[in-house]
T-cell receptor, first 114, second 109 residues
Framework: EAGVAQSPRYKIIEKRQSVAFWCNPI?????LYWYQQILGQGPKLLIQ????????DSQLPKDRFSAERLKGVDSTLKIQPAKLEDSAVYLC????????????FGPGTRLTVL | GEDVEQSLFLSVREGDSSVINCTYT??????LYWYKQEPGAGLQLLTY?????DMKQDQRLTVLLNKKDKHLSLRIADTQTGDSAIYFC?????????FGAGTTVTVRA
């Protein structure tokens, strides 16, 4: 089965610019997650979707970050405007509804803000 | 919150066993996981353990859980060069994962 797809793989922007990331989860996975992984740290959950509804966005900086999953499949994460501290790898993961919650991760998008 | 701590680096000789340690503060997690991240790649689930278990073995991997001390470890037997990667300990609560900072394992010949 195809894995979690993300694009672009790399993005370089200047501060105050906008950027968007795209994720296509594994077919049939109802739950989708966006994580931010800053260099040298573990991934930190930004937002969790169940189908097209938001389950948890408590760690999402809502003044500049937004995410949507309109049809319950693909998702986009947007940053507007970007700050230097947003430089990180943005990981998308999806999960079937299982007892042990295995999450399948995409390769990530590496964002550099100059 | 679920604070999760790991040592940052581990160097091991090829063929030896590796032991990666993790400590945590929140004991209410249902499942505890070990993920592997290779350069430029996403995270790959290696193994997991249910919180009412003490040990789980899966081929070269052995997970030990000490709930009293809130300590989780991953032992990799016969470590190979392909095992060089960053290993993350993660805890699950309410279908959300909390990760440690990762342990970079370097396998030397």
């Amino acid at each position: 089965e195809a894995g979690v797809a993300q694009s672009p793989r790399y993005k370089i922007i200047e501060k105050r610019q906008s950027v968007a990331f795209w994720c296509n989860p594994i077919s049939g996975h109802a739950t989708l997650y966006w994580y931010q992984q800053i260099l040298g740290q573990g991934p930190k959950l930004l937002i969790q979707f169940q189908n097209n509804g938001v389950v948890d966005d408590s760690q999402l900086p809502k003044d500049r970050f937004s995410a949507e999953r309109l049809k319950g499949v693909d998702s986009t994460l947007k940053i507007q405007p970007a700050k230097l501290e947003d430089s990180a790898v943005y990981l998308c993961a999806s999960s079937p509804r299982s007892s042990y919650n295995e999450q399948f991760f995409g390769p990530g998008t590496r964002l550099t803000v100059l | 919150g679920e604070d999760v701590e790991q040592s940052l680096f581990l160097s091991v000789r090829e063929g030896d066993s590796s032991v990666i340690n993790c400590t945590y503060t929140d004991s209410s997690s249902t499942y505890l996981y070990w993920y592997k991240q290779e350069p430029g790649a996403g995270l790959q689930l290696l193994t997991y353990i249910f919180s009412n278990m003490d040990m789980k073995q899966d081929q070269r991997l052995t997970v030990l859980l000490n709930k009293k001390d809130k300590h989780l470890s991953l032992r990799i037997a016969d470590t190979q060069t392909g095992d060089s990667a960053i290993y993350f300990c993660a805890l699950s609560r309410d279908y959300k994962l909390s990760f440690g900072a990762g342990t970079t394992v370097t396998v030397r010949a």
